[in-house]
């Protein structure tokens, strides 16, 4: 064999490899940036359960298909208040369904969706078919609030069920105040799925007022914030780890042994060919020409 047929087959050999060694870049997943709630245009009917969906798109505007998307009512105004699918995926359309079950008390409900980082939210139009009217309360007071009780539970909250919170409004002599409305909110939200039964609840004959907390599987602070007259009164609350999601470490590679990487843009649809995948065929189809030329030489030469 000559000097030049086997510098041919060198280079053609150090070709394949070459085209062995780059990585193939796998297509980046979509990532969901706009969610659009479909909800029935008619009021919804209590103990009825009724079908939503959402409608998932990326930032250009193209439906993702197989996104997981999660779903919640807020506020909690009855325990019977449910979604029957709290996690969905989306279709071949990029569309999620799921179905609502609202329990006939009186209320307002707003539906949230998550997709990624995106949340949605519309507020549920009842129909007040089958629910019992309001009931009456405690004529108000002119007295002013000067010292709120709040009343936790003794153990830890467990995620998504339903906590009763009390609180107890005092004048400035110490006397119960009955007919104070008391404005509940809970900070900081660790998720958008955690919610309270009342914004505004009254108090009784004995000056109490209560709401129920529904807190989310999702780790973080919250405290509870009741205020009434301009007088508020805050606590912590003690969630369980119950049920909470524990926390995942991603393994480390030491700098000196990680792999070096490449980026390849790609373009066009979620069928399309990986740029790497690309890359390696021009290079396999260089690598055997040149293999097949110097074969081809060295037959003329004989």
Same mark, same amino acid.
């Given at each position: 064999m000559s000097r030049a047929a086997r510098a041919l087959r060198i280079v053609a050999a150090s070709t394949l490899l070459a085209a062995l060694a780059v990585p193939a870049v796998a297509a980046a997943e979509p990532v969901a940036a706009t969610l659009t709630i479909t909800a029935p245009a008619a009021p919804i009917v209590c103990r009825v359960e009724t079908e939503v969906s959402v409608l998932v798109l990326d930032a250009n505007g193209a439906t993702?298909?197989?996104?997981?998307? *999660?779903? /919640?009512? %807020?506020?909690?105004?009855?325990?019977? =208040?449910?979604?029957?699918?709290?996690?969905?995926?989306?279709? *071949?359309? /990029?569309? %999620?369904?799921?179905?609502?079950?609202? =329990?006939?008390i009186r209320g307002s409900r707003t539906l949230l969706v998550k997709a990624d980082d995106a949340i949605a939210s519309q507020v549920l139009s009842i129909s007040d078919e089958g629910i019992p009217a309001a009931t009456p309360t405690p004529p108000p007071t002119t007295d002013v609030a000067a010292r709120l009780i709040l009343t936790l539970p003794a153990t830890p909250i467990v995620c998504r069920t339903q906590t009763e919170i009390s609180v107890r409004v005092l004048d400035a002599g110490g006397a119960t105040l009955a007919g104070k409305v008391v404005t509940w909110s809970i900070m900081p939200f660790a998720s958008t799925l955690d919610s309270w039964t009342d914004d505004g609840s009254v108090t009784g004959s004995q000056g109490v007022a209560t709401t129920q907390v529904w807190i989310d599987c999702v780790p973080g602070r919250r405290a509870i914030n009741a205020s009434v007259d301009g007088v508020t009164a805050s606590a912590d609350l003690v969630i369980s780890d119950q049920g909470m999601p524990g926390a995942t470490v991603e393994p480390s590679v030491p700098a000196e042994t990680a792999p070096a990487t490449s980026t390849v843009s790609a373009t066009g649809g979620q069928g399309g060919v990986p740029g790497g995948m690309l890359v390696v065929g021009a290079l396999a189809l260089v690598g055997s020409c040149l293999i097949l030329g110097t074969k081809a030489w060295s037959a003329a030469r004989r």
């Amino acid at each position: 064999m000559s000097r030049a047929a086997r510098a041919l087959r060198i280079v053609a050999a150090s070709t394949l490899l070459a085209a062995l060694a780059v990585p193939a870049v796998a297509a980046a997943e979509p990532v969901a940036a706009t969610l659009t709630i479909t909800a029935p245009a008619a009021p919804i009917v209590c103990r009825v359960e009724t079908e939503v969906s959402v409608l998932v798109l990326d930032a250009n505007g193209a439906t993702i298909a197989g996104k997981a998307v *999660s779903w /919640g009512l %807020a506020p909690v105004v009855s325990s019977q =208040d449910a979604v029957t699918a709290p996690e969905s995926v989306t279709g *071949s359309q /990029g569309v %999620a369904t799921t179905k609502l079950y609202i =329990d006939c008390i009186r209320g307002s409900r707003t539906l949230l969706v998550k997709a990624d980082d995106a949340i949605a939210s519309q507020v549920l139009s009842i129909s007040d078919e089958g629910i019992p009217a309001a009931t009456p309360t405690p004529p108000p007071t002119t007295d002013v609030a000067a010292r709120l009780i709040l009343t936790l539970p003794a153990t830890p909250i467990v995620c998504r069920t339903q906590t009763e919170i009390s609180v107890r409004v005092l004048d400035a002599g110490g006397a119960t105040l009955a007919g104070k409305v008391v404005t509940w909110s809970i900070m900081p939200f660790a998720s958008t799925l955690d919610s309270w039964t009342d914004d505004g609840s009254v108090t009784g004959s004995q000056g109490v007022a209560t709401t129920q907390v529904w807190i989310d599987c999702v780790p973080g602070r919250r405290a509870i914030n009741a205020s009434v007259d301009g007088v508020t009164a805050s606590a912590d609350l003690v969630i369980s780890d119950q049920g909470m999601p524990g926390a995942t470490v991603e393994p480390s590679v030491p700098a000196e042994t990680a792999p070096a990487t490449s980026t390849v843009s790609a373009t066009g649809g979620q069928g399309g060919v990986p740029g790497g995948m690309l890359v390696v065929g021009a290079l396999a189809l260089v690598g055997s020409c040149l293999i097949l030329g110097t074969k081809a030489w060295s037959a003329a030469r004989r």
